[in-house]
T-cell receptor
Framework: KAGVTQTPRYLIKTRGQQVTLSCSPISGHRSVSWYQQTPGQGLQFLFEYFSETQRNKGNFPGRFSGRQFSNSRSEMNVSTLELGDSALYLC????????????FGQGTRLTVV | KQEVTQIPAALSVPEGENLVLNCSFTDSAIYNLQWFRQDPGKGLTSLLLIQSSQREQTSGRLNASLDKSSGRSTLYIAASQPGDSATYLCAVPNAGGTSYGKLTFGQGTILTVHP
C-alpha cells in the first residue's frame, strides 16, 4: 500500500512570492495534517483537514492556508513568503476517527531567499 | 495547553547498549501516544503507537511504555546498533473534542550509536 506522498520535495522561492505544496494521503485516510519543522521551533502544527473541512488550526498567520479535495488530497498555500518561512513542511495522514496512527510523508524543503 | 518534554536532548552510546528515552506530557487526558524516528532531512517514521488504555507496546527491539497518570512514556531500545542513530520524537494528540489530527511533539532526542 502506497505511503504518504508530498510534492515537490524541494523548492526555492523569493521573498514575496507564494507557494503551493501538495500531499496525497494513504488510500482510505480522510485526515491530513500539516506541520512546519524548523531547527529553532521544532515541529509545529499548522492545520488539519478532515473530509474537506478544516477541523483544527494552529497558531500561524493567515498567509498560511490549505484545502482538501474530495479524494482527500490536500494542498497548503503560503502567500507573501518571508525568510522565516524557510522550513521542512510535513504532512501526516490518518484515518481521523478514534485512536488513529499518523503516517508522515518525506516532506517538502522550502527555502526562501 | 499540552506540553511535551523529552529527556535527554542528545545521547551518544556505544553499539550494543540498551537505552531508555523519556517523554513527559502535561495533560494526561490523551487518546494515545506515538513514537517516531526521523533521519536527517527526512520525514517521520512511526515506530509505536500506544493507546491510552495500554501500558506498553513492543516492536522488535523497541518497547514503549505509557503511564498516563504520571504523564510519562519511555522508549526502550535493546542492543542498539549504528543504524538506530536518528532523532526520536514522541507526540500526543490534544485531548478533547475532535483533536485527533493535532499532534503536539517533544523537541526530540538525538541518538548517536557508534561502532
Amino acid at each position: 500500500k502506497a505511503g504518504v506522498t508530498q510534492t515537490p520535495r524541494y523548492l526555492i522561492k523569493t521573498r514575496g512570492q507564494q507557494v503551493t505544496l501538495s500531499c496525497s494521503p494513504i488510500s482510505g485516510h480522510r485526515s491530513v495534517s500539516w506541520y512546519q519543522q524548523t531547527p529553532g521551533q521544532g515541529l509545529q502544527f499548522l492545520f488539519e483537514y478532515f473530509s474537506e473541512t478544516q477541523r483544527n488550526k494552529g497558531n500561524f498567520p493567515g498567509r498560511f492556508s490549505g484545502r482538501q479535495f474530495s479524494n482527500s488530497r490536500s494542498e497548503m498555500n503560503v502567500s507573501t513568503l518571508e525568510l522565516g518561512d524557510s522550513a521542512l513542511y510535513l504532512c501526516a495522514s490518518s484515518a481521523g476517527t478514534g485512536v488513529t496512527e499518523a503516517f508522515f510523508g518525506q516532506g517538502t524543503r522550502l527555502t526562501v531567499v | 495547553k499540552q506540553e511535551v518534554t523529552q529527556i535527554p536532548a542528545a545521547l551518544s552510546v556505544p553499539e550494543g547498549e540498551n537505552l531508555v528515552l523519556n517523554c513527559s506530557f502535561t495533560d494526561s487526558a490523551i487518546y494515545n501516544l506515538q513514537w517516531f524516528r526521523q533521519d536527517p532531512g527526512k520525514g517521520l517514521t512511526s515506530l509505536l503507537l500506544i493507546q491510552s488504555s495500554q501500558r506498553e507496546q513492543t516492536s522488535g527491539r523497541l518497547n514503549a511504555s505509557l503511564d498516563k497518570s504520571s504523564g510519562r512514556s519511555t522508549l526502550y531500545i535493546a542492543a542498539s546498533q549504528p543504524g538506530d542513530s536518528a532523532t526520536y520524537l514522541c507526540a500526543v494528540p490534544n485531548a478533547g473534542g475532535t483533536s485527533y489530527g493535532k499532534l503536539t511533539f517533544g523537541q526530540g532526542t538525538i541518538l548517536t550509536v557508534h561502532p
